[in-house]
């Protein structure tokens, strides 16, 4: 795992000298305890090393048993699936974020079915209302690539829009 984390520090300073807006790291086995959460944090710290651009994890499943842990990785965002894990955002709430922005998943990435605007706009005021409007952003649960673009597309069209929506209630 460091080893790999030494290669993509490479990437990640490519990255930010490019200029982008964030680099994340997507990380699916954290919460099934397959990886040990002190290796995250050493390989996390070799990869974002000397890197001003802002840094997110993203960790899919529930993330009850680990909580504590994963809200201390050393990165700016944590980013975690609300749609599917729902109880994710109360496991959440309960520890101090330590000035983290927040990652809130809230559009399905293994259902095809599209979700209408009004249930995003729920799922997106229950993360305001526990993290504050100025703490969050707003994203699919995880990576939409096992959907057809089409799918993909109105995924993403309707949460844009209740993301529009609740901004402008606030």
Known sequence: MLDLAAALHSEAKFLAASGVYMIQVDEPILSTGAMDIETAREALKIIFRDIETPSCIHTCGRLDTIASEWTRLPVDVIDFEYS?????????????????????????????????????????????????????????DCGLRMHTPEVAFAKLANMCEAARNVRAEL
């Open 84 to 140: 599917v894990s729902p109880d994710n955002l109360s496991d959440i709430s309960r520890h101090d974020l330590r000035n983290k922005k927040i990652g809130c998943g809230c559009v399905k990435s293994s259902d095809p079915e599209v979700e209408s605007v009004k249930e995003i706009e729920k799922r997106i005021r229950s993360c305001v209302e526990v993290f504050g409007e100025e703490n969050i952003l707003i994203d699919p």
